[in-house]
């Protein structure tokens, strides 16, 4: 080692992160398991050291936080920058670091690179900020850049699409880039700026994981490269040339989280990580109040008495807020005229929301707004009377008839911030559900920023108002719009059976207290299918509880089954506030499981949704997770009146509660009875 190296190291709950520097740019030479104090970080740097061969140059590049191009650095770089038309390679030396905070310059190009690390939680949190001495165009900036795990083969992200979100994707590790670009100018359906790292053999419950969010809502770019020498690498920033010209460039926070239970370490990680250190709730000691949205019952067509009755009839379902969606303002009658009229429609609302609103107060519930910020329709009054507020071009392909408003221009936000203040200041409105349903014409990260700009400032104005993150669905899902926002909604699918799915995989990221999930009309409006009512509350009860169907078309059978869940959702949610989602490892392909568990690890629930007819005839055991082994578990299945007289023997959890050890549920598991395919076995378990 040389006599100039040195080295510092980063732990946080669970992982250590190892930085070393020759006096360039530092390299991360360990990112793993908590290494023990004592760990010499010298040996570990020349632990580090790399042969090399024939064909080869002589030394290999540092794979430092910021690769270079201009160190002779064979992979993707971290920063590629233009000084007008010519490219720079700058090659920094570090100039300053406390451990937490690395400064490096390169002085002959005018570039100051700043990395910095901080812990949050159990996830690390990592950005990079560029300061130039001229305005220079950015290609390509990376979040400190980390090397790629090389003990698994998988690379394990998402995909996903309107009503079919958070899918998961397996790429191997192979020679040159797995790329994912989201370049819709929002984090987006279709690549949730999210990655697993698996190694070898792991699973939910078992084995070593590595993961990475970067939390930005404007689109972002991932490279996971296997260089020719053998090495890995990851990089996140933002999408790539989405930034206008200038001296000063930060990336988002890139989180960081290493496992050794599985991929259930990292998701509780992110899952934590959101609820305790990102998200600022309105009212912290509140507990979350069951939802009723009239989108699928109403759309745009409304009228005061009808809506009146529906809240009457969600309220008795157990509702604790009423959501009045799309269709309130301007001339909305359907989705080609309005967006940007931000004033109440006195053809619908002849006497403004106020007869809704206390006729909701006076049924118990809170009263919630949707508004939708960022766009505009052509046929609307503010098109028309600032049609240079519009984004892109004239001629622009538009997405839902509608364009978006130039939100980097602070008079557009200044227009929105007064319209949507004065709807608030004038109504007793605790929530606002924040849409998004058209990808931007180009890109443009000063359109997130603007938008950052604005929630910020609604949220100082209003901190008592929560606001939930829509877009068509779940497409603006990370950490960057959860830090203004407080719930997310998933998905537009109220389908039981796909939404048991997209929860489920959103689990690896997102808590029960953040995750929307309604119970939808019976025939779904997106799906067409017919679900059991219990299995549709059953899955809404996984996450944060409410209603989406016209409670009119409920028959009393269907009331009780709602009205018997909710209470069942209202007794447990306060410990399932910020209990951790645990993915079970089925033996039985056909069935999805998790166990929510408290965080004291005193009481659990698992959720065993049987999503297809099984193979074989009878299920396969259930094994549970992360209990005490030597503890004794007290487990009732809550939901046994259920059975189906085709499970047709006695066994015990159909007639009461079985004790069992921590060892035996987590290694023998349990035996749920025989059911149809789209249903849900509810399993309680109690420490005693
Ligand atoms: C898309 C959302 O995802 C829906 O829930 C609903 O709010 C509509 N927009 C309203 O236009």
């Not at 053998?230 to 460039?249: D, E, N």
């Not at 001339?331 to 206390?358: A, M």
């Not at 309604?518 to 059991?532: L, Q």
């Amino acid at each position: 080692m040389s006599q100039t190296t040195q080295t510092w190291r980063v732990d946080a709950p669970g992982q250590t992160l190892v930085l070393a520097s020759d006096g360039g740019i530092p390299s991360v030479i360990y990112w793993g398991a908590l290494l023990p104090e004592e760990q010499e970080l010298a040996a570990l740097k020349q632990a580090c050291e790399r042969d090399v061969t024939g064909g080869m140059i002589d030394r290999l590049p540092d794979l430092s936080l910021c690769p270079e191009a201009g160190n002779s650095f064979q992979g993707q770089a971290g920063l590629v920058l233009y000084r007008g038309t010519v490219p720079v390679y700058p090659r920094c030396k570090l100039i300053d670091a406390d451990g937490r905070r690395f400064v490096c310059r390169d002085d002959a190009d005018g570039v100051t690179l700043t990395f910095q690390f901080d812990v949050e939680g159990g996830v690390i949190a990592a950005s990079t900020l560029l300061e130039t001495d001229e305005a220079v165009v950015v290609h390509h900036l990376a979040a400190p850049v980390v090397p790629g795990p090389e003990f698994g083969a998988e690379i394990l992200d998402f995909s996903g699409r309107w009503i079919g979100e958070f899918q998961i994707e397996r790429a191997p590790w192979r020679a040159g880039i797995h790329m994912r670009e989201a370049r819709g100018g929002r984090s987006g359906h279709e690549h949730p700026p999210i990655a697993y790292f698996p190694e070898n053999g792991a699973q939910n419950t078992s084995g070593t994981v590595h993961a990475m969010h970067y939390g930005w809502s404007g689109g972002h770019v991932m490279y996971a490269e296997e260089m020719p020498d053998g090495r890995r690498q990851i990089q996140w920033g933002h999408a790539t040339g989405t930034r206008a010209a200038g001296m000063r460039f930060a990336t988002a926070k890139l989180y960081l989280s290493v496992s050794q239970s599985g991929l259930n370490g990292c998701a509780v990680d992110f899952q934590r990580h959101l609820l305790d250190d990102v998200i600022t709730w309105p009212h912290p000691d509140q507990a979350r109040p069951v939802h009723y949205n009239c989108w699928e019952a109403v759309y745009f067509d409304h009228n005061v008495a009808e809506l009146k009755d529906i809240a009457e009839r969600a309220a008795a379902l157990g509702a604790e807020r009423f959501v009045l969606d799309d269709g309130w303002f301007g001339v909305r009658d359907d989705d080609t005229t309005s967006l940007g009229d931000w004033d109440i429609d006195p053809r619908k609302w002849p006497d403004g929301l106020t007869p809704l609103i206390e006729h909701v107060a006076s049924l118990g519930m809170v009263f919630g707004l949707w508004f939708e910020p960022e766009m505009v329709n052509l046929n609307s009054n503010l098109a028309r009377a600032r049609p240079e507020w519009v984004l892109g071009a004239v001629d622009q392909i538009e997405g839902r008839q509608q364009r978006l408003l130039d939100l980097a221009n602070p008079a557009v936000q200044a227009y929105l911030f007064d319209k949507i203040a004065a709807i608030l200041s004038a109504n007793e409105i605790d929530y606002i559900k924040w849409d998004h349903n058209r990808l931007l014409p180009v890109a443009d990260a000063q359109q997130t920023e603007g938008v950052y700009a604005l929630l910020t400032r609604l949220r100082t104005a209003f901190p008592h108002v929560e606001i939930e993150s829509c877009a068509s669905g779940g497409g603006r899902i990370d950490a960057g719009i959860l830090v203004h926002t407080q719930r997310v909604w998933l998905s537009d699918s109220n389908d039981a059976a796909e939404r048991l799915r997209i929860q489920h995989d959103a689990a690896l990221m997102l808590p029960m207290a953040v995750t929307g999930s309604h119970v939808g009309p019976r025939i779904c409006h997106t799906s067409g299918r017919v679900h059991d009512i219990w299995f549709r509350a059953w899955v809404a009860a996984q996450r944060h509880m409410g209603f989406e169907m016209d409670p009119r078309e409920l028959t009393d059978v269907e009331v009780a089954a709602l009205q018997h869940v909710t209470a069942w959702w209202k007794t447990n949610r306060n410990w399932r506030m910020d209990a951790d989602i645990l993915r079970l490892d089925s033996a039985d392909e056909s069935v999805i499981a998790e166990q929510q568990m408290a965080r004291d690890g005193t009481q659990f629930v698992v959720f065993a949704g049987k999503a297809s007819t099984g193979r074989q005839i009878m299920p396969r055991p259930l094994r549970m997770c992360c209990l005490e082994p030597n503890a004794l578990y007290e487990i009732e299945l809550v939901n046994r009146q259920e059975a189906h007289r085709l499970s047709r023997r006695d066994v015990p959890l159909k007639s009461g509660a079985l004790r069992l050890s921590g060892q035996a549920l987590m290694s023998l598991g349990v035996l749920l009875p025989w059911s149809f395919p789209d249903r849900m076995w509810v399993l309680q378990g109690r420490r005693l």
